[in-house]
T-cell receptor, first 116, second 119 residues
Framework: AQKVTQAQTEISVVEKEDVTLDCVYETRDTTYYLFWYKQPPSGELVFLIRRNSFDEQNEISGRYSWNFQKSTSSFNFTITASQVVDSAVYFCALSELYNQGGKLIFGQGTELSVKP | EPEVTQTPSHQVTQMGQEVILRCVPISNHLYFYWYRQILGQKVEFLVSFYNNEISEKSEIFDDQFSVERPDGSNFTLKIRSTKLEDSAMYFC?????????????????FGDGTRLSIL
């Protein structure tokens, strides 16, 4: 069965610290897609990054980077030099190739609080 | 940048009443979705819609729920007889098709949501 687990419910850091958000997923599909979304206090869901299961190269985009480890079914997300505006709930999500509708399965979310 | 728009932003309805939530997806997108988020909880999939029919629906999406794309631009979610437990934030999302094996790869873009409060 497909499942996404974000074990960290809340994280609090001081501005300029680096912070890593953990995500572990379960899927029976060999081809799948992973996403991170941000939900700021205003409530909207903002797409941040995606990764295909067949591409294990880790990347950096500005202050964001992600570490995809297929062997441990993890897709962790790091914010470097955090800022107060990064305070939000972050959701990891999974979409499977066999599922033609492409629904997203979300984790429970990690609430990040960045203090000045 | 094109965006998904949802109306109204907040809907208050008496239990047992019908409610229609409206969404205008991004114009070149072909896949449409509804999700809901009960306060403080995770985002849950309700239904996906493609080529004028439902692709998949969750256990939550029972006979009280229906979706429609009446005019090629709007995408609506109707709850026929609302219950207290339907109170939640409802998000509409859309995505463009991928290419072949990457079809599910394209990110879904979400609207700002409609907060539904059932009294």
């Amino acid at each position: 069965a497909q499942k996404v687990t974000q074990a960290q419910t809340e994280i609090s850091v001081v501005e300029k610290e680096d912070v890593t958000l953990d995500c572990v997923y379960e899927t029976r599909d060999t081809t799948y897609y992973l996403f991170w979304y941000k939900q700021p206090p205003s409530g909207e869901l903002v797409f941040l990054i995606r990764r295909n299961s067949f591409d294990e190269q880790n990347e950096i985009s500005g202050r964001y980077s992600w570490n995809f480890q297929k062997s441990t079914s993890s897709f962790n997300f790091t914010i470097t030099a955090s800022q107060v505006v990064d305070s939000a709930v972050y959701f990891c999500a999974l979409s499977e190739l066999y599922n033609q509708g492409g629904k997203l399965i979300f984790g429970q979310g990690t609430e990040l609080s960045v203090k000045p | 940048e094109p965006e998904v728009t949802q109306t109204p932003s907040h809907q208050v309805t008496q239990m047992g009443q019908e409610v229609i939530l409206r969404c205008v997806p991004i114009s070149n997108h072909l896949y449409f979705y509804w999700y809901r988020q009960i306060l403080g909880q995770k985002v849950e999939f309700l239904v996906s819609f493609y080529n004028n029919e439902i692709s998949e629906k969750s256990e939550i999406f029972d006979d009280q729920f229906s979706v429609e794309r009446p005019d090629g631009s709007n995408f609506t979610l109707k709850i026929r007889s609302t219950k207290l437990e339907d109170s939640a934030m409802y998000f509409c999302a859309s995505r463009e098709p991928g290419q072949g094996v990457l079809d599910s790869n394209q990110p879904q873009h979400f609207g700002d949501g409609t907060r539904l409060s059932i009294l």
